[in-house]
């Protein structure tokens, strides 16, 4: 029988065990944090053009080591996806590198499917999930089904309408009957989105889409107001 004094001493045990899980936890949980506005803010800083990847790459360890602290938090695994398609992107010497692109790929993927599998109402991470996979298979199915989650979630979510916009584009050449009419869709529900509608004139330019929708807008009573804007006459009367 342990005796009332003994008792105490276990019980005591017991919760200084517990304690310091929770110091230790909060600590990893501040260090992670701390690296992840690291990273967050080593973007913000970074100048355009790019003149080398040097910060891009602080940015990509800061995050690295904020998802070893803390691996459960969906936004850091976001924005490790970001980082990598942005070395990707400013990357030149390796962008002819087919194995390279293809490993940075399916790191942004990985990064991404840990994101959705911890927070699976994000709609923003479903979305940057559909783009990531369509480079590395086009528009196939696993890709539409990623749009439609990210649809289910945040119908009306901007982001949303621009990456299946995005896709469709980019993949134009072989798209799928049900990827058109995505397309048309979006299109139509991208534009009540007023001012933010011009970014998708920058969409369009980055993935050589431009003569596709400058000729989807030329006619519909919904494109009136884009007809006449100056993105328009710019991008698509010039």
Not at 4 to 14: C, M, P, V, Y
Not at 202 to 221: E, H, R, W, Y
Request: hydrophobic share 40%.
């Amino acid at each position: 029988m342990i005796d009332l004094k003994h008792r105490k001493f276990i019980q005591i045990g017991f919760l200084a065990i517990i304690t310091l899980i929770i110091c230790y936890s909060s600590i990893q949980s501040m260090r992670a944090n701390a690296w992840y506005f690291n990273a967050l803010n080593t973007l913000k800083q970074l100048p355009l053009p790019l003149l080398d990847n040097t910060e891009l790459a602080l940015a990509e360890n800061a995050i690295k080591i904020a998802t070893e602290l803390e691996p459960t938090q969906p936004h850091y695994w976001q924005l490790y996806a970001y980082i990598k398609m942005r070395l990707l992107s400013d990357t030149k010497e390796s962008i002819n590198d087919l194995d390279y692109k293809n490993g940075v790929y399916k790191q942004a993927e990985q990064a991404l499917l840990k994101s959705v599998d911890l927070r699976q109402s994000w709609p923003d991470s479903w979305i940057e999930l559909a783009k990531v996979t369509s480079y590395q298979e086009g528009a196939s199915d696993r890709v539409y089904t990623y749009i439609q989650q990210a649809k289910k979630i945040g119908p009306f979510n901007f982001e949303v309408h621009a990456g299946a916009i995005q896709i469709a584009l980019m993949n134009w050449h072989a798209l799928p009957p049900k990827y058109k009419a995505l397309y048309v869709q979006e299109l139509k529900l991208a534009v009540k989105h007023g001012y933010k509608f011009n970014q998708i004139f920058d969409v369009a330019k980055q993935v050589n889409g431009l003569p596709i929708l400058c000729l989807s807008m030329q006619f519909g009573t919904d494109f009136e107001k884009v007809r006449i804007s100056n993105h328009y006459k710019k991008y698509c009367r010039s």
